[in-house]
């Protein structure tokens, strides 16, 4: 059979600019789907931040038109091809791209023209395929921002082959779903017709992701046990009937970790490597991360480490509350890296100066850090509210750092509960998200690491064996991406 073409657009991505998991996933996906005979190629936005000096940037298209509900757009295109041999192509826009950040200024305010931006941006990725002749046979969308690709494939581009390729949505969050007020709904141009309840009408505002729910051949998010959660009133923020109405074509596949980046074999980031065979270089990342967050340099001491975008969704209202009292009662150690909520910021900002020695925080965005920190902690520390998948309790299980999570989404379904009775397990979980849960599976994992210290060894020794490789998940895709070929012939079938 001949290789599946697909093409994967997104708002970010690894290598190039990254504010949250959805880079690392759009970053990995491609490279593990060219082993099973799905050529991928990724369309991004050309953002002022991306730092393009490494790459060879090659102008693919000076001046490409991009129709809007009206009037016209006018783009260029670059395209580069990784080291690990996936084409990116970005779209410039300056009015559009050309500014700080991605979807919000320094001080977090969502910028007013985010649909405008993104909208543009999804029929300009289509246009993208049609002046290249890319000729896909699947368009991968990816989020509210990318949502509206499906939605133009059935509208605009009925009549030639972008409309021919079958479409699949990916929702990494149903909390962000692309509302905005229902004036940009013109300058999408989706007909009047589509501006419905079932479609892209939300109590008069246009929701991006909603209709982009309703025209996706399939629909997926990024883990099983999310799928069921937003199924439900409460976990759906809104949209679980719609995802209802795609029946089995709406389904979880969890979300690999890039083996290659993510790995205490060959990291670059820390001081020592190290693997199962050899936990030596475990020991240095940690002394490692007690200097460098001015920690008191004892090995004894166990490391909670945190990394996380500073929002609601990560459980941060428990955090703040017990967090205090975990220090002060129990003998441990926290490092704290995160950004984002100005009072968040402030509170684990001040934390080491109550805490000096024992607490230490970076506000603010470091790749370097999240690697060493996942390297040199003994615990990670993840109570998120709700989780559609997470990447850092699977980076922390790799690196033999067990991580403390509530048993929601992701972290269900990638976090093995300890076993007091048979000794097994991956981490440490609860599965009511209140203060008194959380400071008691904290005080848990550390009397297991004080008490059984045999007992934490073979927990992160199992944390360290399991395979969370994205060729598992890529084979998923691949089988998403054929029932959406098919489920598009019917629908052709049917618009005969
Ligand atoms: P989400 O996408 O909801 O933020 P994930 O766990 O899926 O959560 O992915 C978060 C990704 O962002 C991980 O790769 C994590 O290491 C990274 N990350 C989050 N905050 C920071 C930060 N302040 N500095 C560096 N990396 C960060
Ligand atoms: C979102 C989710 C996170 C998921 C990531 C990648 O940011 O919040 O749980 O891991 O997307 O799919």
Redesign the pocket.
């Known amino acids: 059979m001949a290789k599946i073409k697909s093409v994967i657009v997104a708002s970010e991505s690894t290598p190039f600019i990254?504010?949250?998991?959805?880079a690392?996933v759009v970053g990995a996906l491609p490279k593990y789907l060219e082993g099973l005979d799905v050529d991928a190629v990724v369309i991004l936005p050309k953002y002022r931040d991306i730092d393009f000096t490494n790459y060879n940037l090659e102008c693919v298209l000076p001046s490409m038109c991009v129709v809007m509900g009206f009037g016209e757009e006018w783009a260029s295109v670059f395209k580069t091809t990784t080291e690990e041999g996936v084409t990116f192509y970005f779209v410039e826009h300056h009015r559009f791209f050309s500014r700080e950040g991605l979807y919000h200024d320094n001080n977090l305010n969502d910028y007013q023209d985010n649909a405008y931006r993104f909208g543009f941006f999804c029929r300009a990725a289509l246009q993208l395929c049609k002046d290249l002749k890319l000729k896909p046979n699947i368009i991968h969308a990816n989020d509210w921002q990318t949502a509206a690709i499906p939605a133009y494939m059935k509208i605009w581009h009925w009549d030639d082959e972008i409309g021919r390729a079958a479409s699949i949505l990916t929702i990494?969050?149903t909390n962000y779903q692309g509302t905005y007020n229902a004036e940009v709904y013109n300058y999408l141009g989706l007909g009047a017709s589509n501006y419905s309840s079932d479609t892209f009408e939300d109590n008069g505002n246009v929701n991006l992701l909603k209709g982009g729910i309703f025209f996706a051949d399939v629909v997926t998010t990024v883990s099983p046990t999310y799928a069921k959660e937003i199924l439900t009133p409460y976990g759906g923020h809104g949209l679980s009937p719609y995802l209802a109405n795609k029946t089995t074509n709406f389904f979880g596949i969890v979300?690999g970790i890039d083996d290659v980046i993510w790995n205490p074999e060959h990291d670059e980031y820390i001081p020592e490597n190290y693997s199962i065979k050899s936990m030596k270089g475990k020991a240095t990342c940690k002394r490692e991360l007690q200097k460098e967050f001015l920690l008191e340099e004892d090995d004894s001491i166990p490391i909670i480490g945190i990394?996380?975008?500073f929002v609601d969704?990560?459980g941060f209202g428990l955090i703040t509350s017990v967090i205090d009292k975990v220090v002060v009662n129990m003998r441990v150690q926290l490092v704290v890296?995160?950004?984002g909520d100005t009072y968040l910021e402030g509170f684990f900002g001040n934390m080491p100066n109550f805490f000096a020695g024992q607490v230490g925080s970076y506000i603010?965005?470091?790749?370097r850090?999240?690697h060493l920190i996942e390297a040199g902690s003994d615990l990670f520390l993840m109570p998120s509210l709700f989780?559609?998948?997470?990447?850092?309790?699977m980076?922390s299980k790799a690196y033999g750092t067990l991580p403390i999570v509530h048993a929601t989404g992701g972290l269900e379904d990638t976090v093995l509960n300890f076993d007091e009775a048979t000794n097994k397990g991956t981490g440490f979980k609860f599965y009511t998200p209140t203060e008194s849960a959380l400071y008691n599976t904290i005080g848990w994992a550390l009397s297991v690491y004080y008490d059984k210290p045999k007992v934490f060894q073979s927990l992160q020794k199992s944390a360290m064996t399991c395979d969370h490789s994205w060729l598992i998940s890529a084979k998923e895709y691949v089988k998403a991406y054929k029932l959406a070929i098919k489920n598009k012939k019917s629908y052709d079938k049917m618009c005969d």
């Open positions: 990254k504010t949250g998991g959805l690392d990494h969050n979300n990394v996380s975008r969704q990560k890296l995160g950004t603010g965005y470091s790749n850090l999240s989780e559609p998948c997470g990447l850092n309790q980076y």
